[in-house]
Nanobody, 116 residues
């Protein structure tokens, strides 16, 4: 499976963006999908994850209450709704898909820049 992110851009602090991660084929069998981010000079960090049925989500403390992860298995797409963005959210955002014992794949990333 291949993943393609979109929806990044430049936004002022307090604004919103919605990231999308489109898969090249069905995501019904993907066990866990997630969003990660990497700022310059920093390691890649977890933002949020969601299980195959969407029944379980997990968020980094820094984004709880502001970001919402979701997935539409029928459309083969995962989303990250980001509200009340802060300058410290500036990073390249990557989507990830894991099918246990089969693959662990990453997208190419999309830049999110939040100005103060």
């Amino acid at each position: 499976v291949q993943l393609v992110e979109s929806g990044g851009g430049l936004v002022q602090a307090g604004g919103s963006l919605r990231l999308s991660c489109a898969a090249s084929r069905s995501i019904f069998s993907i066990n866990v999908m997630g969003w990660y981010r990497q700022a310059p000079g920093n390691q890649r960090e977890l933002v949020a994850t969601i299980t195959s049925g969407g029944g379980s989500t997990n968020y980094a403390d820094s984004v709880k209450g502001r970001f919402t992860i979701s997935r539409d298995n029928a459309k083969g797409t995962m989303y990250l709704q980001m509200n009340n963005l802060k300058p410290e959210d500036t990073a390249v955002y990557y989507c990830n898909a894991v099918r246990y014992g089969i693959y662990n794949v990453w997208g190419q990333g999309t830049q999110v820049t939040v100005s103060s």
